[in-house]
């Protein structure tokens, strides 16, 4: 299997971030789309990025929703 060069790992990584926020900030969230995008992330980067948007408003209204 082919490893994907340095400076493209960083940018499939800042977006797989963005993605996630965008998914997080959806009007109903979807959990395995969540989930998906936060395994296919380096452990500590979809740790990072999700604790980012809890910190935000709209996320914590509906982390109900994300645990369901």
């Known amino acids: 299997m082919h490893e994907l060069p340095e ?3 960083s940018v499939v990584s800042t ?4 993605l996630l926020s965008t998914v ?4 109903e969230i979807d959990n395995y789309m969540a ?3 936060m395994r296919s992330m380096q ?3 979809a740790c990072h990025a999700f604790r980012r948007q809890l910190s935000r408003e ?11």
């Open 7 to 9: 400076d493209a790992t």
């Open 43 to 45: 452990h500590e980067d």
């Open 24 to 27: 997080l900030h959806s009007q």
């Open 58 to 68: 709209h996320v914590k209204e509906d982390y109900n929703c994300f645990q369901q």
């Open 35 to 37: 989930l998906g995008l």
């Open 15 to 18: 977006q797989m971030e963005k």
